[in-house]
């Protein structure tokens, strides 16, 4: 039985990624390089797993693309201050936690990207409306039906599959290829000279 569930969940899991949206990762990708290349700060948000998926993401770029180089990535989750977090929700309303910290960090230009699988977590939608009214460039990375966040971000990046666990997965594989694909890219000579089409 266990086993049985065990493949199930596999071979869901290689239909999901099948659903990926290769157009708009292959965006994603390239906002991320754009956003090294020009200094920008890049903002990441999201509330339990997905929550661990910013954090996690942010650990990726901020060491594992940036360790050992001149030019760095500058990667913030806004889930990661606990303090921070927890005072806004506490004092204000956790609806705000994430809006409110952009409103002293964000510039122009930057890059944020809310994480939520249902596509609809309050400050995320806060935050990602914002942002977008305030000059940054906002990608919503959601699953299921995409939620009013694949309506909201300038560039969504919907896994449309109904299964939590298998958008997060997916959601962290994506970080996982930008690790990959962006340390291969910043390591070949050509690069330096090169932007992003």
Known sequence: MIRQQFLDYCQGLKSALDAIPTDSAELFLKLLERAYQDGRQVFLMGNGGSGSTASHAAGDLNKGVSYGREKRFRVISLNDNMATLTAYANDVSYSEAFVEQLKNF??????????????????????????????????????????????????????????????????????????????????APAHAAARPA
């Open 106 to 187: 964000l510039h122009p230009g930057d890059v944020v990207v809310g994480i939520s699988g249902s596509g609809n977590s309050p400050n995320v939608l806060k935050a990602i409306e914002y942002a977008n009214e305030h000059g940054a460039i906002t990608v919503g990375m959601c699953g299921f039906s995409g939620g009013k966040l694949a309506g909201l971000a300038q560039l969504p990046v919907h896994i449309p599959v109904n299964d939590m666990q298998k958008v997060e997965d997916i959601h962290m594989m994506l970080f996982h290829v930008a690790m990959q694909v962006l340390c291969a890219r910043l390591d």
